[in-house]
């Protein structure tokens, strides 16, 4: 079993268990990049704020990037280091607290950062600081599969084209203040991608990175998959920093905490429509959205494809909405009430985005560590749920 020393019967479900030596393991692949490159890696809060492990993550890592004031405030409270943000477009009642806490800010445009510039100045006098600002460029490249993670589709919002880039230049707009630039076009992809994507930053925004400081080059790296070409990977980084002489960023969600979660459910019932039809504890709609966002058909622990084994099942949540379906399933023996089923990879993206439709509680939150054992670090009750409404 997974949870040495863990008796599952005992685990009140639905919960989220993050191992803790599973993150551990990526965070030594991430710090391995750092040390091979001298590059510095952040870990985006948007795929993972459980700041539980945010003590253990920031002894690896030099700090977190963040999509919103809230995620800063998170970041500068639980993860000593760096606090990094990046917003399409900031807020003006938001930008004064986030000018008092972060280190590195992102404009998604020129006009955001002649509107901002002088409150950063002020903000840097009263702290006695330097804050570093950057640009969020498109290069207009684009390599995945799926187009709503697509940021370089045509008319995206994110990030700033050569044309866009270059028409402000001739406006008479200057780079005066910018340290770096950031793009992110990744998602779940591997270093060929990356390599790709360089080339095109390159040929369109070369010139304009020589006499930078930094390069970002966002999240979506899936560094600490199996498959993951990480030679090629330093390979690029070096390659960058030596060209330029810029430091490297990577800011990875998803690969900080990839394949380090569970989703542990019970079935609650179990019938028969056409098929066998098993309902669990758990929701798509309100514990793991990306099922049916995405979509993706997240992996249970000793189940197969449909009609792999013996025994093929439908599996639901405990909504009312008919498409609150996880998946077909099948198990070597029937399902029965009582059944404890384990959902794998689920610590991003999960905690991130539930919520609490239909009134379905929130999945208790849990950790499992070798010292330890199992802790669970926060549960959830009909207050979570009426203090949003
Ligand atoms: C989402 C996002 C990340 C993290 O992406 P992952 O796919 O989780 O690695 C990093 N930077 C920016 C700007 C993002 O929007």
């Not at 919960?15 to 990049?33: A, G, S, T």
Request: hydrophobic letters at 35%; charged letters at 25%.
């Amino acid at each position: 079993m997974i949870f040495r020393d863990m008796d599952l019967d005992k685990i009140k479900t639905p919960c989220y268990i993050v191992d803790e030596r599973l993150v551990r393991k990526n965070m030594e692949i991430l710090k391995n990049v750092m040390d091979m490159t001298g590059c510095k890696i952040l870990l985006a809060q948007k795929g993972f704020s459980m700041y539980a492990l945010y003590s253990l993550m920031s002894s690896y890592l030099v700090g977190t990037t963040a999509s919103s004031l809230n995620e800063a405030i998170l970041g500068h409270e639980k993860f000593p280091g760096e606090v990094h943000i990046f917003n399409p477009a900031y807020r003006e009642d938001d930008m004064e607290n986030i000018l008092e806490i972060t280190d590195h800010i992102v404009f998604n445009s020129f006009t955001q950062w002649y509107k901002y510039k002088n409150m950063v100045h002020k903000a840097e006098e009263k702290r006695d600081c330097h804050i570093s600002c950057g640009l969020r460029i498109n290069p207009e490249y684009s390599t995945g599969d799926h187009a709503q993670y697509d940021p370089c589709k045509e008319g995206s919002r994110l990030g700033i084209t050569i044309g866009n880039f270059e028409k402000a230049l001739n406006e008479g707009m200057t780079l005066e203040g910018i340290e770096g630039l950031h793009f992110h076009t990744l998602c779940e992809q591997n270093s060929d991608d990356l390599e790709e994507t360089l080339k095109a930053v390159e040929e369109k925004f070369g010139k304009y990175i020589m006499g930078m400081k930094w390069l970002n080059f966002g999240g979506g790296h899936h560094i600490t998959r199996e498959d993951y070409d990480i030679a090629r990977l330093i390979r690029l980084i070096n390659y960058i920093q030596d060209k330029y002489k810029v430091t490297v960023y990577l800011e990875p969600g998803e690969a900080a905490v990839l394949n380090s979660g569970f989703l542990v459910s019970t079935v609650l019932e179990t019938m028969e429509n056409g098929m066998n039809i098993a309902i669990l504890d758990t929701s798509a709609a309100c514990h793991m959205p990306d099922v049916i966002e995405m979509p993706y058909r997240p992996f249970i622990i000793s189940s197969g494809e449909p009609c792999e084994k013996k025994y093929t099942y439908r599996l639901g949540g405990p909504t009312c909405l008919a498409g609150d379906i996880i998946g077909d399933y099948s198990f070597d023996e029937r399902l029965i009430e009582g059944d404890k089923l384990i959902f794998t990879d689920m610590a991003h993206y999960s905690m991130v985005k539930n919520n609490t439709f239909n009134g379905i509680n929130l999945p208790d939150i849990c950790v499992y560590s070798e010292k330890e054992g199992f802790k669970v670090v926060k549960t959830f009750g009909y207050e979570d749920f009426k203090g949003r409404l």
